[in-house]
């Protein structure tokens, strides 16, 4: 009985092994690594030099325009995520005729799993000079300018996520009770206090799911912001690029990526908060 | 809504179509479209450095993905026979490993390696006999390494989602009926958990075979597909990257489809 227990143990062991020292050597380590940096200070060529100081994270606000940025355009570009993908997952959900329902699902996928880079290359092309700039030009409107704008980043960031923002919801209305909808109808209810009363408040899990997913994603973004704000419109990640690849500060670096870090565990903390409250809600109308 | 929606589509396939046409473009730049040709198909193919950067991208997505299917299965499994303290921890450890940004995993991983290249190395080069000891530095297993931690996350989350849904019953009558351990792991849960493997797998590949960030900080010396598209994005894109990108949608396309098929396909109980 003893050595059986034993052998289970080891065989439990032995299957956890290999996924603990991964976890251990590239996720723990590195993380206590860059918190025991932020404390350093910088050596003079660049680098490290043992200290403890919180100088480098009294230093933030030398980086504020990309915090600000950060955290002005990620919310707002979720927001503009989610205003365009709603339509579409309540369509796909509700309205889309029963056999095409998965092969539009898929071909929301698509584009999802092909290059980001090349996608977002391809914008570079429309927003530039030979795009839609020069097509305007054509009837008149000189000058514009779209590229390396919060404009172009925001555009960006919808284009990336959309599939991201849609699945959620979509997952979440396709659940839909569709008698309530009817009960709805025939106890008088206007399509829209239908709309508002049953079909968003039941999907509100499915939004706040694609809302923080995306948000998250969007705290650590580089490459839109890089091809599309072309250095105008920088995001923390552009911050932490060049912090750690060419100006070598790697404890201030480290600092910022700390920082970026405890706010996207806040950013979590909320929207866990909210959906257990809303889900909460629900259940309580429901009863 | 429907001509809404049909628009959200155009805006979806607009950047891919233009990607996929300029691939046939006869002109040198990827931004003017002067007549129609394959020449950058064959061009592309025959880019040394982006043949190599291709191949390095391929070898590392099906290494770290290889190694994310086989101890992310083995831990899906390991986590089934653990109190709820230990699952708790791992289960914390492995959506860090997920949630954290791309961007953080890079600059700690290289933080990381760095310092312990530092320590290593000189010891390495003082126990070796001769003059040109082995020096560890960044390359293919540090990508590999790093790929594999999301991916890794990734494969245990989806092979532990199918196991919890997995009918105990069948393992209970398998015991009964005096299988060993091994025999109703091999006839009885291995079948049933072998497509969400797979799926993880194509999942693991896809993700690092398209990473960008966090190999563009442990890379070292090497070069991926996404880090050469990037450079030449910065130097001006001749259309050899669109045919490249243009190849590398059609294998990508497929590889989900081909993840779909096994993530959507139930086999019968016995």
């Given at each position: 009985?003893?050595?059986?227990?034993?052998?289970?143990?080891?065989?439990?062991?032995?299957?956890?092994?290999?996924?603990?020292?991964?976890?251990?050597?590239?996720?723990?380590?590195?993380?206590?690594?860059?918190?025991?940096?932020?404390?350093?200070?910088?050596?003079?060529?660049?680098?490290?030099?043992?200290?403890?100081?919180?100088?480098?994270?009294?230093?933030?606000?030398?980086?504020?325009?990309?915090?600000?940025?950060?955290?002005?355009?990620?919310?707002?570009?979720?927001?503009?995520?989610?205003?365009?993908?709603?339509?579409?997952?309540?369509?796909?959900?509700?309205?889309?005729?029963?056999?095409?329902?998965?092969?539009?699902?898929?071909?929301?996928?698509?584009?999802?799993w092909?290059?980001?880079?090349?996608?977002?290359?391809?914008?570079?092309?429309?927003?530039?000079?030979?795009?839609?700039?020069?097509?305007?030009?054509?009837?008149?409107?000189?000058?514009?300018?779209?590229?390396?704008?919060?404009?172009?980043?925001?555009?960006?960031?919808?284009?990336?996520?959309?599939?991201?923002?849609?699945?959620?919801?979509?997952?979440?209305?396709?659940?839909?009770?569709?008698?309530?909808?009817?009960?709805?109808?025939?106890?008088?209810?206007?399509?829209?206090?239908?709309?508002?009363?049953?079909?968003?408040?039941?999907?509100?899990?499915?939004?706040?799911?694609?809302?923080?997913?995306?948000?998250?994603?969007?705290?650590?973004?580089?490459?839109?912001?890089?091809?599309?704000?072309?250095?105008?419109?920088?995001?923390?990640?552009?911050?932490?690029?060049?912090?750690?690849?060419?100006?070598?500060?790697?404890?201030?670096?480290?600092?910022?990526?700390?920082?970026?870090?405890?706010?996207?565990?806040?950013?979590?903390?909320?929207?866990?908060?909210?959906?257990?409250?809303?889900?909460?809600?629900?259940?309580?109308?429901?009863? | 809504?429907?001509?809404?929606?049909?628009?959200?589509?155009?805006?979806?396939?607009?950047?891919?179509?233009?990607?996929?046409?300029?691939?046939?473009?006869?002109?040198?730049?990827?931004?003017?479209?002067?007549?129609?040709?394959?020449?950058?198909?064959?061009?592309?193919?025959?880019?040394?450095?982006?043949?190599?950067?291709?191949?390095?991208?391929?070898?590392?997505?099906?290494?770290?993905a290889?190694?994310?299917?086989?101890?992310?299965?083995?831990?899906?499994?390991?986590?089934?026979?653990?109190?709820?303290?230990?699952?708790?921890?791992?289960?914390?450890?492995?959506?860090?490993?997920?949630?954290?940004?791309?961007?953080?995993?890079?600059?700690?991983?290289?933080?990381?390696?760095?310092?312990?290249?530092?320590?290593?190395?000189?010891?390495?080069?003082?126990?070796?006999?001769?003059?040109?000891?082995?020096?560890?530095?960044?390359?293919?297993?540090?990508?590999?390494?790093?790929?594999?931690?999301?991916s890794?996350?990734l494969v245990?989350?989806i092979?532990?989602?199918?196991?919890?849904?997995?009918?105990?019953?069948?393992?209970?009558?398998?015991?009964?009926?005096?299988?060993?351990?091994?025999?109703?792991?091999?006839?009885?849960?291995?079948?049933?958990?072998?497509?969400?493997?797979?799926a993880g797998f194509l999942l693991a590949f896809t993700f690092?075979?398209?990473?960008?960030?966090?190999?563009?900080?442990?890379?070292?010396?090497?070069?991926?597909?996404?880090?050469?598209?990037?450079?030449?994005?910065?130097?001006?894109?001749?259309?050899?990257?669109?045919?490249?990108?243009?190849?590398?949608?059609?294998?990508?396309?497929?590889?989900v489809?081909?993840a779909?098929?096994?993530?959507?396909?139930?086999?019968?109980?016995?």
């Open positions: 009985m003893r050595r059986s227990l034993f052998r289970k143990n080891l065989v439990t062991a032995l299957l956890l092994a290999p996924a603990t020292l991964w976890l251990v050597v590239f996720l723990v380590l590195p993380f206590v690594a860059i918190a025991v940096f932020s404390v350093g200070e910088r050596a003079p060529e660049g680098g490290y030099q043992a200290a403890l100081t919180f100088a480098q994270y009294a230093n933030l606000p030398a980086r504020a325009t990309a915090f600000w940025n950060t955290m002005v355009l990620a919310p707002a570009g979720a927001l503009a995520c989610l205003l365009v993908a709603y339509p579409v997952a309540y369509y796909l959900a509700l309205r889309a005729p029963q056999r095409w329902r998965l092969i539009l699902l898929a071909l929301i996928v698509i584009p999802f092909t290059s980001l880079l090349m996608r977002t290359y391809a914008w570079m092309y429309i927003l530039g000079g030979r795009g839609i700039p020069a097509l305007l030009a054509y009837v008149g409107i000189e000058d514009l300018r779209l590229i390396n704008t919060p404009g172009a980043v925001l555009l960006g960031i919808v284009y990336g996520y959309l599939p991201l923002m849609i699945l959620p919801i979509y997952v979440s209305l396709e659940r839909l009770d569709r008698r309530l909808l009817e009960a709805s109808a025939d106890l008088g209810a206007t399509p829209l206090s239908t709309f508002l009363g049953v079909t968003l408040r039941l999907s509100l899990p499915g939004v706040m799911t694609g809302f923080s997913l995306v948000m998250i994603l969007l705290l650590g973004e580089y490459l839109i912001p890089t091809l599309l704000g072309g250095g105008k419109v920088f995001f923390i990640g552009n911050a932490l690029v060049d912090l750690f690849l060419q100006s070598r500060n790697w404890p201030f670096g480290s600092a910022i990526a700390i920082t970026l870090v405890l706010v996207s565990v806040v950013v979590l903390i909320v929207a866990n908060r909210i959906s257990t409250r809303l889900s909460g809600a629900r259940r309580v109308d429901l009863i | 809504m429907r001509a809404f929606v049909v628009a959200v589509f155009v805006f979806l396939y607009l950047p891919i179509a233009l990607v996929v046409l300029f691939s046939f473009n006869a002109g040198h730049h990827a931004s003017e479209f002067t007549g129609f040709s394959v020449q950058w198909y064959g061009k592309a193919l025959s880019n040394p450095f982006l043949v190599e950067a291709l191949k390095n991208s391929l070898f590392i997505a099906t290494t770290s290889l190694l994310a299917a086989l101890c992310g299965t083995a831990a899906a499994l390991g986590l089934q026979r653990v109190g709820v303290r230990t699952r708790a921890l791992f289960d914390a450890l492995l959506g860090a490993a997920i949630v954290v940004p791309g961007v953080v995993i890079g600059i700690s991983t290289l933080v990381a390696l760095v310092q312990l290249f530092a320590v290593v190395n000189p010891f390495l080069a003082s126990l070796w006999p001769t003059d040109q000891p082995p020096r560890l530095s960044l390359g293919y297993g540090s990508i590999i390494a790093a790929h594999g931690l999301f890794m996350a245990t989350m092979v532990g989602t199918r196991l919890s849904s997995l009918d105990r019953n069948l393992v209970e009558a398998s015991s009964d009926l005096y299988a060993t351990p091994l025999t109703t792991f091999r006839s009885i849960v291995l079948p049933q958990i072998m497509p969400a493997v797979i690092s075979f398209d990473d960008f960030i966090i190999a563009f900080f442990v890379a070292g010396a090497q070069t991926t597909l996404p880090i050469y598209v990037f450079a030449s994005i910065r130097r001006g894109v001749t259309p050899e990257i669109n045919a490249i990108a243009t190849i590398v949608l059609c294998a990508s396309v497929l590889l489809l081909l779909q098929w096994q993530l959507g396909r139930r086999k019968p109980s016995p």
